[in-house]
Antibody
Framework: QVQLQESGPGQVKPAETLSLTCTVS??????????WTWIRQPPGKGLEWIGYIYNSRTTDYNPSLRSRVTISADRSKNQISLRLSSVTAADTAVYYC????????????WGQGTLVTVSS | DIVMTQSPLSLPVTPGEPASISCRSSQSLLHSNGFTYVDWYLQKPGQSPQLLIY???NRASGVPDRFSVSGSGTDFTLKISRVEAEDVGIYYC?????????FGGGTRVEIK
């Protein structure tokens, strides 16, 4: 059974960098059969696609965040990481990692999400 | 970006009765490979979204057959033939035709 677990600081100061990790169990981030995606949800609002990584190196990002976001993979730890720089209050959200197909498509497994609040 | 528009915003339902949610995209989601790149998710209260329907009309593993999708191109309807109490939550459609992937605003289904 595939499981995804997000982790990281629950609070980040404005202008700093948000860093989260998604630990994958029951599967491998190196598996070329899947991509790994970050999605966020501001409190009480809808879902926003942040970006994905495939084959541990191919990435694509939402243009609205591209200048500030980096998604990477650590094969040795079987983890996917998200870094979002220069955060503001608008970046306050629950951040989810999810598994998808190698090309664009549906997300069949999601983590439970982690709330990150941007506040001084 | 492809804009996904859902309606209604809120849908009170009676258990045992049918329910329908509409999703419209700003451009066709039919790929040249013949697949339609629209998916549906249900976010139950306090939970992560879960996949219901993928590639237009395919039910995900474990999804009851009371869930179905009709439509094509830019207009899609998620139908629940007989609503059960466990179906409450927020339903989202999502297009996976091109990046950035985009979601509809969500439809909250609640029991009357």
């Amino acid at each position: 059974q595939v499981q995804l677990q997000e982790s990281g600081p629950g609070q980040v100061k404005p202008a700093e960098t948000l860093s989260l990790t998604c630990t994958v169990s029951g599967g491998s981030v190196s598996d070329g059969s899947f991509s790994w995606t970050w999605i966020r949800q501001p409190p009480g609002k809808g879902l926003e696609w942040i970006g994905y990584i495939y084959n541990s190196r191919t990435t694509d990002y939402n243009p609205s965040l591209r200048s500030r976001v980096t998604i990477s993979a650590d094969r040795s730890k079987n983890q996917i990481s998200l870094r979002l720089s220069s955060v503001t209050a608008a970046d306050t959200a629950v951040y989810y990692c999810a598994r998808g197909p190698p090309a664009l498509g549906e997300f069949d497994y999601w983590g439970q999400g982690t709330l990150v609040t941007v506040s001084s | 970006d492809i804009v996904m528009t859902q309606s209604p915003l809120s849908l009170p339902v009676t258990p045992g009765e049918p329910a329908s949610i509409s999703c419209r995209s700003s451009q066709s989601l039919l790929h040249s490979n013949g697949f339609t790149y629209v998916d549906w998710y249900l976010q139950k209260p306090g939970q992560s979204p879960q996949l219901l329907i993928y590639l237009g009309s395919n039910r995900a593993s474990g999804v009851p057959d009371r869930f179905s999708v009709s439509g094509s191109g830019t207009d899609f309807t998620l139908k629940i033939s007989r609503v059960e109490a466990e179906d409450v939550g927020i339903y989202y459609c999502m297009q996976a035709l091109q990046t950035p992937l985009t979601f509809g605003g969500g439809t909250r289904v609640e029991i009357k």
